[in-house]
């Protein structure tokens, strides 16, 4: 009995808490299963979040709702619905040292997702792509977009039909403002170690100016002792046409950006020749925010 609190309290020091989107559609059950299998040797504790749609709101459930909460009774109908597809994934896992907590939730999903990386001290949210609404939004769709840009937590985004395979390679691209020496670098590597997988680093130069290899060789070499690493620095090409290049023709099971708002991410989702990149970009994504 002693041991087994002991072992407890160690699955709930190193747990991971991990928020999973859903909106029941494939793309986001896939992203789900995903995440199961990447994490199927940790103690993680996962929140399936579901947010309806207002078109969900018929009027058959306002009349069945009566004089009872109308709020209450829509709750409940969600709630059913995700707690029963929780208990499917709890039975298909073989995983003994995970949990699950339901969360339905009417708010912002932007807003009940800070809400609940607060109050659950959330490590990663992870969510499928979800269509395309927009010219900006040709790589992702709306939620995953406002996701990204509003919501300062480690994400992980599962490109719609993308099969587990255990990842062996991450692929991280740095244009010239990403700093190696920064938080979001040091969360990244942290998966780096917890997958066990090597990391490939191209630093893009769009012109031929000063470079900044040698700190960035420097903290490659501090910070991956333990891991295989490999650097690359190219110039006088964009980073869009540097990812769709590397993409086709390495192996890479894992991709990560260093997300810098209205930098970056904005020119990789805005560029003329995203449609190409979205085509490509056939791997799982990782976006840390940098400060």
Do not use: W
């Amino acid at each position: 009995m002693e041991f087994q609190k002991a072992k407890n309290k160690l699955y709930q020091k190193h747990m991971k808490h991990i928020l999973l989107l859903t909106d029941f559609s494939e793309s986001a059950k896939n992203a789900t299963n995903y995440a199961l299998q990447l994490f199927q040797d940790q103690a993680s504790c996962f929140y399936m979040l579901h947010i309806p749609q207002k078109s969900v709101y018929t009027t058959s459930d306002l009349m069945a709702a009566g004089t009872s909460s109308i709020y209450n009774s829509l709750v409940k109908k969600a709630k059913t619905k995700l707690d029963k597809y929780v208990k499917t994934l709890e039975s298909n896992s073989s995983n003994k040292k995970i949990s699950f907590e339901t969360i339905v939730d009417y708010d912002v999903l932007t807003d009940s997702v800070n809400q609940i990386i607060s109050s659950k001290k959330i490590d990663l949210i992870v969510m499928g792509t979800n269509g395309v609404t927009g010219a900006k939004e040709v790589v992702f769709g709306s939620n995953t977009i406002n996701v990204i840009r509003k919501v300062d937590c480690a994400t992980l985004v599962i490109p719609k039909g993308f099969q587990y395979k255990k990842p062996h390679t991450l692929f991280l691209p740095l244009d010239q403002t990403d700093s190696l020496n920064s938080k979001a670098f040091l969360k990244l590597l942290s998966y780096v170690k917890t997958f066990k997988t090597s990391l490939d680093v191209v630093r893009v130069i769009p012109q031929d100016e000063g470079t900044p290899e040698a700190q960035d060789q420097e903290h490659l070499k501090t910070n991956l002792k333990d891991t295989t690493f490999e650097y690359q620095l190219v110039k006088n090409k964009n980073i869009h046409e540097v990812v769709a290049q590397y993409l086709n023709k390495n192996k890479a099971d894992l991709m990560a950006l260093l997300v810098q708002k209205e930098t970056a991410f904005e020119r990789f989702l805005t560029a003329s020749d995203t449609k190409k990149i979205s085509d490509d970009l056939k791997v799982p994504l990782f976006i840390f925010h940098s400060h």
